[in-house]
């Protein structure tokens, strides 16, 4: 099974991250994901018609998508491009939570924002998450959220960590079936590290990448293109890797 994840397209009508974003759709023409992902920031500055735009390119492809808000995005307005898409319907107050199963593996898609701020947080979101991987808790998971659960090292985007991540932590360590992997997005740089003893990505991103800027004096540069992952699910293994485009 392929997971393809595409995070941070922040389409606006000020930028080209569209162009960019079908840079994506096309190499993955050429690999045919079982389902994609997409891992939130889909527009900047309440642009409506970026989710219709970026609706209308989903449409007219052969595989299925699964869409998490992030802090640059506008829950009712996501509501409104995709009327008939089909977000838990047991998700506490107006989270966009998805579970999607599809042949050996559950997808669980966790919205980690919080209206008003940059800042990602699960805490009251765990009883929910705690349901579905005690629904089948042999069933392999890959968890997605926006905000990344781990340091990345970038002192700007560690001050909007996800907030929750030990008490996240604590639930992972104590149910009978951990998540095969759990991935994000929000730094706009490809990242690996490790959660709860279980590997942890930050996917790249769509628009223009962030530096690899550990705080130092001098920020050095880059010029990126865009980045997606793609999850390899076969024989109850999962490989994943940092794709440019």
């Not at 509501?79 to 599809?102: C, Q």
């Not at 130092?216 to 109850?236: G, K, Q, S």
Request: charged share 20%; net charge negative; proline share 7%.
């Amino acid at each position: 099974m392929l997971i393809a994840q595409v995070s941070d397209i922040h389409a606006s009508h000020h930028n080209d991250n569209l162009l960019r974003f079908d840079r994506a759709l096309e190499w993955l023409e050429q690999i045919k994901p079982d389902v994609l992902v997409l891992s939130g920031d889909l527009i900047d500055d309440q642009w409506y018609d970026g989710y219709q735009q970026i609706s209308d390119r989903l449409s007219q492809k052969k595989w299925p998508s699964l869409i998490l808000p992030g802090n640059s995005d506008d829950r009712h307005m996501m509501r409104s491009a995709w009327k008939e898409y089909a977000w838990a319907d047991d998700a506490p107050d107006e989270s966009l939570h998805f579970v999607h199963e599809s042949g050996d593996l559950r997808l669980i898609g966790l919205d980690s924002t919080v209206e008003g701020t940059a800042s990602g947080c699960v805490v009251r979101h765990l009883e929910w998450l705690e349901k579905q991987l005690l629904r089948k808790p042999a069933y392999p998971s890959l968890l997605f959220l926006h905000h990344h659960v781990f340091e990345s090292g970038i002192p700007t985007l560690d001050s909007t960590l996800c907030e929750g991540a030990t008490e996240l932590a604590d639930l992972l360590n104590r149910l009978p079936g951990k998540p095969a992997a759990i991935a994000s997005g929000h730094v706009h740089r490809p990242v690996a590290g490790v959660f709860a003893g279980i590997p942890a990505y930050i996917c790249g991103s769509i628009c223009p990448a962030n530096p690899l800027w550990f705080g130092t004096e001098n920020v050095p540069l880059v010029n990126d293109p865009p980045a997606l992952m793609i999850h390899r699910y076969v024989d109850n293994a999962m490989t994943s890797y940092h794709v440019s485009v």
